[in-house]
């Protein structure tokens, strides 16, 4: 089983938009549990600190799966970006949240420096309302 450690932060929406990612896929993603400490969430993929176990399965499944088991969905666009040494995972939201544009950046451990983007601002690791879970209750 892998352990997921990463930060999320708020982006500048105008230094964005001079930026060009090296690769972008769209995401749609519901979520089976809502648990606090577990949450099981099925996502399609336009091609294809927590616990995270992550698998491919046939697409087709998935989609059944999102149409029979989520009420709701989360549609974004995931760009990456390589900066000093990190992958960035920068999303912009379609559903619910249009507009918003959260980075996420994967780190080894807990203690790893980061070097910032320009296009970074506030960190809200840890906050709640930011979590994609959460979007959809």
């Known amino acids: 089983m892998g352990v997921e450690i990463e930060r999320k932060f708020l982006?500048?929406?105008?230094?964005?938009?001079?930026?060009?990612?090296?690769?972008s896929f769209t995401l749609?993603?519901?979520y089976l549990?809502?648990?606090?400490?577990?949450?099981?969430?099925?996502?399609?993929?336009?091609?294809?600190?927590?616990?995270?176990?992550?698998?491919?399965?046939?697409?087709?499944?998935a989609l059944e799966m999102l149409s029979l088991f989520c009420?709701?969905?989360?549609?974004?666009?995931?760009h990456e970006i390589p900066y000093e040494g990190i992958i960035w995972e920068v999303?912009?939201?379609?559903?619910?949240?249009?507009?918003?544009i959260l980075a996420e950046a994967e780190l080894i451990s807990e203690n790893?420096?980061?070097i910032f983007p320009?296009?970074?601002?506030?960190?809200?690791?840890?906050q709640p309302e930011y979590y994609n879970s959460?979007?959809?209750q």
């Not at 982006?11 to 690769?23: A, E, G, L």
């Not at 400490?37 to 046939?58: A, G």
């Not at 999303?91 to 918003?100: I, K, Q, V």
């Not at 320009?118 to 840890?126: A, H, L, S, Y």
């Open 112 to 114: 790893q420096q980061l």
């Open 118 to 126: 320009p296009w970074i601002t506030e960190e809200v690791t840890g």
């Open 28 to 30: 749609v993603q519901g």
């Open 71 to 78: 009420d709701r969905t989360i549609e974004k666009v995931r």
């Open 33 to 61: 549990s809502f648990a606090t400490e577990k949450t099981v969430r099925v996502r399609v993929k336009d091609s294809m600190t927590r616990k995270e176990f992550e698998y491919s399965i046939p697409k087709e499944e």
């Open 11 to 23: 982006v500048d929406k105008k230094i964005w938009s001079t930026v060009q990612p090296t690769s």
């Open 134 to 136: 959460n979007m959809l």
């Open 91 to 100: 999303d912009e939201f379609t559903t619910p949240n249009p507009g918003l």
